[in-house]
């Protein structure tokens, strides 16, 4: 296997560990085992159990952005802001396995990331593209403060995504908060 493929392979693997397990469970045994590679081959990879969670977290986030892409490509041009500001939100909560993988993930690396200023860095960084991406769509629709409406819409999809992974809202009321609160948003058409 091609080192790629295989660093992808321990990503996937990494994801379901943390899926199954939580943060606690993942170990390079774990994912060695999962991922059907040796924890030999794992560490050839990664020096520290931080490198390969922020590699899984960066693979789980390029997946994130084609499947954005690809909706964007799919919908009729140009998109409504209320429309795509919907489907970035319906991307980023776990309402499926592969995206509740996606936010397991980014749960773990958010917890060790509150404890390591590197980590947090880079989780800065990461949420800096969203925000901007977000923060667009604001300015399209003419908002005053793009980039506080763009906050409050991202710490709401947070919200939400806690809320489904603990199980306290199912998809419908979910979807339901999210279309209420985009249904509140200031002049979007």
Do not use: N, W
Not at 36 to 62: N, P, S
Not at 102 to 123: G, H, I, N, Q, Y
Not at 149 to 177: F, K, N
């Amino acid at each position: 296997m091609d080192p790629s493929r295989r660093q992808a392979a321990i990503a996937e693997a990494v994801g379901r560990v943390l899926s199954r397990g939580g943060p606690d469970g993942l170990g390079l045994r774990q994912v060695a085992a999962e991922a059907g590679v040796t924890t030999g081959a794992i560490q050839h990879h990664f020096t520290t159990k931080d490198e390969m969670l922020l590699f899984a977290l960066r693979h789980h986030g390029r997946r994130l952005a084609e499947r954005l892409s690809a909706r964007a490509a799919g919908a009729p041009q140009p998109s409504p802001p209320h429309r795509v500001l919907r489907a970035i939100a319906l991307e980023l909560l776990p309402l499926d396995e592969e995206r509740a993988v996606e936010a397991r993930l980014a749960a773990a690396f958010t917890a060790r990331a509150a404890a390591d200023p590197d980590l947090a860095a880079v989780f800065r960084e990461q949420y800096a593209l969203l925000h901007t991406l977000v923060a667009d769509q604001f300015r399209r629709a003419g908002v005053s403060d793009a980039d506080a409406d763009a906050r409050e819409l991202l710490c709401l999809v947070e919200g939400l995504r806690t809320e489904r992974l603990l199980g306290q809202a199912d998809d419908d009321a979910i979807l339901a908060l999210l279309d209420r609160a985009l249904d509140r948003l200031p002049a979007l058409p």
